[in-house]
């Protein structure tokens, strides 16, 4: 198989073209850089810019699968309306640019990132692929996002990944949820009641390969370990991997007064459960939280 990659160079990307190119796939990434880093060897770089039409989408066309990941990252600078406007626009058009041409030649199928996001703070509602679209900005994005990608489905098959919070040795969430707990600061915030839908990394990338190889699979799926656990269980578990305390409560309000409106990714309840790829049989290498945590921090 030949598989065009864009967002290759990110932390789900690398681990995805990393996986391919060992099974034997043909993987070509696109990247703004003429030599990107972080590419395992035998991955072939594309240079472009997937949220801005060009030459890029040739390359594309030549190709038997997509799998869209590009898109800036949703946690780092305070999210002012300018930085809004990159998360959203940066998803919507790279979607759009690679939608247009899977839906007149090229691959047959096309994987394209998405977020749990799309749901919205829910407490403690079970959500899955059937349940309706949430509120706020992360979820009118997913929204968006997903919408972007339909056209492709005139002549390929489409499945949208919402991804969870991805659990990886390095980067991603997880070092920034250990910092604290290694610096003997570690806690719950506020009672820890909110739900955090997480998932290991390897896990991932295999349900990324199920989106791509299983033809019995479209529309939307759920990246997330099978079992959701609330923020205090969150902390415990890292207390324990860590052997530091887990008892020194984060305030919201200090959350939110830091964050500002980014804080909706921290303190979002989101109990999401990846209904679609139990039923098709995947076995999660990683479906309980403590031993995936020992797994990356060990």
Not at 51 to 70: F, H, K, R, T, Y
Not at 82 to 90: F, G, N, P, V
Request: charged share 25%; with cysteine; glycine share 10%.
């Amino acid at each position: 198989m030949k598989a065009f990659v864009t967002g290759a160079t990110g932390l789900i990307g690398r681990a995805l073209t990393r996986s391919l190119a060992a099974s034997g796939h043909e993987v070509l990434a696109l990247s703004r850089s003429a030599r990107p880093g972080g590419l395992p060897p035998g991955v072939r770089p594309i240079r472009g810019d997937p949220s801005v039409a060009g030459p890029w989408q040739e390359e594309l066309a030549n190709c038997d699968a997509c799998i869209n990941l590009a898109g800036e990252p949703v946690v780092g600078a305070r999210w002012s309306a300018e930085r809004k406007r990159a998360i959203r626009e940066s998803r919507v058009e790279a979607t759009r640019n690679v939608a247009s041409v899977v839906a007149e030649r090229g691959p047959k199928v096309l994987v394209s990132g998405s977020a749990i996001g799309f749901y919205g703070a829910r407490g403690d509602e079970e959500l899955d692929e059937a349940s309706p679209p949430g509120e706020g900005f992360l979820a009118d994005v997913a929204r968006a996002w997903e919408d972007a990608a339909a056209p492709a489905a005139r002549r390929a098959r489409v499945v949208q990944v919402r991804t969870g919070i991805v659990l990886a040795r390095d980067g991603g969430a997880l070092p920034q949820l250990a910092r604290p707990f290694r610096l003997f600061a570690g806690g719950p915030i506020g009672k820890g009641e909110f739900w955090q839908s997480w998932i290991h990394l390897d896990d991932e990338v295999g349900l990324l390969r199920l989106a791509l190889e299983d033809e019995r699979l479209a529309g939307p799926l759920d990246a997330t370990a099978p079992a959701p656990v609330r923020n205090r269980e969150m902390a415990r578990a890292l207390g324990r991997v860590l052997g530091r305390p887990s008892f020194l409560a984060t305030p919201p309000l200090a959350v939110r007064a830091a964050l500002g409106e980014m804080a909706e990714v921290v303190l979002s309840s989101e109990r999401v459960l990846p209904r679609k790829a139990l039923a098709l049989g995947y076995a999660f290498r990683w479906p309980e939280l403590e031993p995936a945590l020992r797994d990356l921090l060990s």
